[in-house]
């Protein structure tokens, strides 16, 4: 059995439901493209140590990445460095069945959120990941067909067993994640986090009541997807274009170059306390984002933002 020391888990006791939280650091290293990233295991190594060096030691996952590639590369590395396991909380995702190629079973993309297959998918990222333990285990998307009890005595077996110390969700609407909470009361398991995309071109969690719930509820959402895939930098439509001169406007005002930082700022000042996932391989990317924690906008820097995405001024 995997074991569940202070040491394993960097906990931190919530006031409100004095049950053990989850210590992320305030941004997640993200390793969705790693398939993607020319690199030799010994720079993989280096990659996670240089994220560590500067803080970030939360990494993201998910079983389906590069194929289910991207958990095996990044195992790779930790096989080779055990001593590392120590300083990251190790996340990873399930319940999406893509019809990948590789899969000829597969004829429809669709989601599984049955015990066999949470089980099995844990057992799988443990197995590519190179460890005895998940930190944090998220159901990756929605799923209409889950059954909020069974997933909840699922997560209560893996709690129990150890391989999963600390369960939440991801892109789940309020109501979603209530509905699962409430079946996990029954064995004082509380999600930790709700891991939703927000962005200047992707505001919407800001409007559907999804952040409020987080702040209600003392949740830091995890945001993916924080640069808009790139969009804001390159698209040639007339909103990516009005919210880049923006950007470039107030970085401007804060004497820096890299809009990056500014959008991280705009995303970091939201009172529920997001945690951006940085995606990147480049230490000076990674660099560049951590340094968006010393720039604060005033409201209105903020809110022009807000106008500069919407095309109008708030009512």
Known sequence: ??????????????????QPQIKLSDFIAGFWRMDSWDMSAQQRIQLIEAYIDLGVTSMDHADIYGQFQCETLFGEALALKPSLREQIQLISKCGIKPA????????????????????????????????????????HRPDPLMSAHEVAETFNQLKL????????????????????????????????????EISPLNMSSLNDGTLDHCQQHHISPMAWSCLGGGNIFT??????????????????????QDISQIIYAWILALPCQ??????????????????????KLDRQQWFSIWQASTGHSVP
């Open 1 to 18: 059995m995997a074991t569940t020391s202070e040491s394993h888990r960097q906990v931190l006791i919530d006031t409100h439901s004095h």
């Open 100 to 139: 990948f190629d590789s899969m000829p079973e597969r004829y429809v993309n669709h989601y599984d959120t049955s015990k066999s297959h949470i089980l099995a998918s844990v057992d799988n990222s443990l197995t590519r990941l190179h460890t005895d333990r998940l930190d944090l285990l998220l159901i």
């Open 161 to 196: 067993s150890g391989k999963v110390i600390h369960f939440g969700v991801s892109n789940f609407s309020p109501a979603q994640f209530d509905l699962l909470q409430s079946s996990l009361n029954q064995f004082d398991i509380s999600l930790t986090t709700n891991q939703i």
């Open 235 to 256: 698209g040639k439509d007339e909103r990516s274009i009005r919210l880049r001169k923006q950007l470039h406007k107030i970085a401007d005002e804060h004497g820096i």
């Open 274 to 295: 997001p945690k951006p996932i940085i995606g990147s391989s480049q230490p000076h990317r990674i660099e560049s984002a951590i340094a968006s924690k010393a720039i």
